[in-house]
């Protein structure tokens, strides 16, 4: 499984952004996709995962009411809406999947998933 996330850039602080991930290689069953950031100097962190069992979202309290994931079953599709950027939000963002049921007590920790994009940047000015 090969992961391409996209959209990141350069937004001031209370913009929007819409990253995507797709996807792609042999056939396979997702059990979940997550996006994950990374600012300078810190450690990944989870930001928010759906899991395909029961169609749930799950986020960070960091982001909750302000970040929205989706999946476009069609498209094989996963995005991010970020509304309401704050600079804090700065940092390369990874989308990820995995091919196993998730627990949900898992779904948060990045070990949970096998398949890691490349990273997109966003940066929000303040």
């Known amino acids: 499984v090969q992961l391409q996330a996209y959209g990141g850039g350069f937004v001031q602080a209370g913009g929007s952004l819409r990253l995507s991930c797709a996807p792609s290689?042999?056939?396979?069953?997702?059990?979940?996709l997550g996006w994950f950031r990374q600012a300078p100097g810190k450690e990944r962190e989870f930001v928010a995962a759906?899991?395909?069992?029961?169609?749930?979202?799950h986020y960070a309290a960091s982001v909750k009411g302000r970040f929205t994931i989706s999946r476009d079953n069609v498209e094989n599709t996963v995005y991010l809406q970020m509304n309401s950027l704050k600079p804090e939000d700065t940092a390369v963002y990874y989308c990820?999947?995995?091919?196993?049921?998730?627990?949900?007590?898992?779904?948060?920790?990045?070990?949970?998933?096998?398949?890691w994009g490349q990273g997109t940047v966003v940066t929000v000015s303040s």
């Open positions: 990820a999947a995995t091919t196993t049921r998730v627990i949900l007590s898992t779904i948060f920790q990045s070990a949970t998933y096998e398949f």
């Open positions: 290689g042999r056939p396979f069953s997702i059990g979940a």
């Open positions: 759906r899991r395909s069992a029961t169609n749930g979202n």
